[in-house]
């Protein structure tokens, strides 16, 4: 397992944007698939994007053409780049790794609140 640090979170008027940063303890290159997930109050978690060690990427439909996931192995970090946020983006976002398939290391948590 690794430790991983989330930060950037905030408030944000909808339409408007933020990244989301993962700080990863040691090499990120250990790692085969970067995830994010967020979970909105009173709803289930859910799996927002992912990438690869090789760089492919994955997206849920309710992010597509707004969100972007990417890694930077020189710093160890994973970003997730929100653009026109809107209300339902509202929720706590998880950083996740898994050294295989499984994710089996969380962040704490970030809140995200889209609202004007």
């Known amino acids: 397992q690794v430790q991983l640090v989330e930060n950037g979170g905030g408030l944000v008027q909808p339409g408007g944007s933020l990244r989301l940063s993962c700080a990863v303890s040691?090499?990120?290159?250990?790692?085969?698939?970067m995830g994010w997930y967020r979970q909105g109050s009173g709803k289930q978690r859910e799996l927002v994007a992912t990438?690869?060690?090789?760089?492919?990427?994955n997206y849920a439909d309710s992010v597509k053409g707004r969100f972007t996931i990417s890694r930077d192995n020189a710093k160890n970090t994973v970003y997730l780049q929100m653009s026109s946020l809107k209300p339902d983006d509202t929720a706590v976002y998880y950083c996740?790794?898994?050294?295989?398939?499984?994710?089996?290391?969380w962040g704490q948590g970030t809140q995200v609140t889209v609202s004007s």
């Open positions: 040691g090499s990120i290159l250990s790692i085969n698939v």
């Open positions: 990438i690869q060690r090789g760089g492919s990427t």
């Open positions: 996740a790794a898994a050294q295989r398939w499984t994710f089996d290391s």
